[in-house]
């Protein structure tokens, strides 16, 4: 089937008639016009993409969206998700959620998308705070957060996107930063090119209720060594002059200077398919010691659960025929209510 469109679309394709309701500043702003200027790239018609979002300020992006979409109930986007791409396999589906509605109320539809390995694209909009309902902890806080629901400090140990993903077996599982908007166009596209679940983490702010959480990683004077830029085959080098990396003293990482003592041939070489490599950068988060990654943690490929699907249909069609609705129902014992 050719889903081109006749002709080349543009990023005003993909943006609707509605206002845009979000606090001036917000990094949601960002995030919507990455996702417009890249799905024109993507060769498809606007009818072919569907956009699902849960509860939550992230979750008003299918209205600003001109595709198909669903503004669904908190936490059930990815259900919901998984009915539409279930129901028509052909469509590019993608959720978008914020770190409340996929990781706290909707946390067992998350797992479960991911553990399918449906070829679904969830976008999490990460700000660390429940923004809509005006400033409460979220299950990303980091420990002793002071919100208007915690105001001694959140004792909650917060949850960790990519390995909450890891451990689901999320077959692609990727971050980028707001503010980092060509970055995130990469991403976008990464998502879209793979087959499978795509998890992708966007270091978000909320300047309302969080403002400054990712300071450290978007300021000028200290990104440099905040921020761990992962590429595949690439020495894990940070710092204003890439002088410092990633070194495994037997299975524990360390940060090394390069220099007389260290060269750039004890530093890491990502790969993007060694989950132990993936699973040990998820750990850097909210660990002071070691930069933040951002980009590709972990890629690789296996069957979907939607092919899976269409080839047992298949195949249960060649083997015993196509089903009878009417005679289903007729089927086994019936009676007559007069």
Same mark, same amino acid.
């Given at each position: 089937m050719n889903t081109s469109p006749a002709k080349p679309l543009t990023r005003a394709d993909f943006a609707s008639d509605q206002a845009v309701r979000w606090c001036p500043g917000c990094g949601d702003y960002a995030i919507l016009a990455q996702t417009q200027k890249v799905f024109p790239l993507l060769g498809l018609k606007r009818e072919d993409f569907v956009v699902?979002?849960?509860?939550?300020?992230?979750?008003?992006? #299918?209205?600003?969206? &001109?595709?198909?979409?669903?503004?669904?109930?908190?936490?059930? *986007? *990815?259900?919901?998700? !998984?009915?539409?791409? /279930?129901? =028509? #396999?052909d469509l590019s589906v993608w959720v978008i959620t914020g770190d409340g509605d996929a990781l706290s109320i909707g946390g067992n539809h998350t797992v479960h998308l991911l553990r399918r390995n449906l070829d679904i694209n969830m976008m999490l909009f990460n700000n660390r705070i429940y923004g809509l309902t005006k400033g409460q902890y979220s299950p990303t806080s980091e420990l002793g957060k002071i919100t208007k629901s915690s105001p001694y400090g959140s004792l909650d140990n917060p949850f960790n996107p990519p390995s909450f993903a890891l451990g689901a077996h999320a077959t692609f599982i990727a971050r980028t930063i707001d503010r980092e908007t060509h970055h995130m166009q990469d991403m976008l596209k990464r998502c879209y090119e793979h087959k499978g679940s795509s998890f992708l983490e966007i270091y978000q702010n909320c300047l309302i209720f969080n403002d400054g959480a990712y300071t450290p990683l978007t300021d000028r004077e200290t990104k440099s060594d905040r921020v761990l830029w992962l590429e595949h085959g690439k020495p894990m080098v940070f710092g204003k002059d890439n002088n410092k990396?990633?070194? /495994? =003293?037997?299975?524990?990482?360390?940060? %090394?200077?390069?220099?007389?003592?260290?060269?750039?041939?004890?530093?890491?070489?990502?790969? &993007? !398919?060694d989950f132990i490599l993936a699973s040990m950068l998820s750990d850097f988060t909210y660990n002071d010691a070691f930069p933040d990654p951002i980009g590709v943690f972990y890629a690789i490929e296996k #069957? !979907?659960?939607?092919? /899976?699907?269409?080839?047992?249909?298949?195949?249960? %069609?060649?083997?015993?025929g196509r089903g009878d609705l009417k005679a289903l129902l007729n089927a086994g014992e019936t009676w007559l209510v007069e």
């Open positions: 699902v979002s849960g509860i939550g300020c992230s979750s008003r992006f #299918p209205y600003y969206m &001109e595709t198909y979409g669903f503004h669904s109930i908190h936490g059930r *986007a *990815a259900a919901i998700a !998984t009915g539409v791409k /279930l129901a =028509n #396999p990396g990633i070194h /495994l =003293n037997g299975n524990v990482p360390e940060v %090394i200077e390069l220099g007389s003592q260290w060269s750039i041939d004890d530093v890491v070489v990502h790969d &993007e !398919t #069957p !979907t659960y939607d092919e /899976l699907m269409m080839q047992q249909i298949d195949e249960v %069609i060649r083997t015993e």
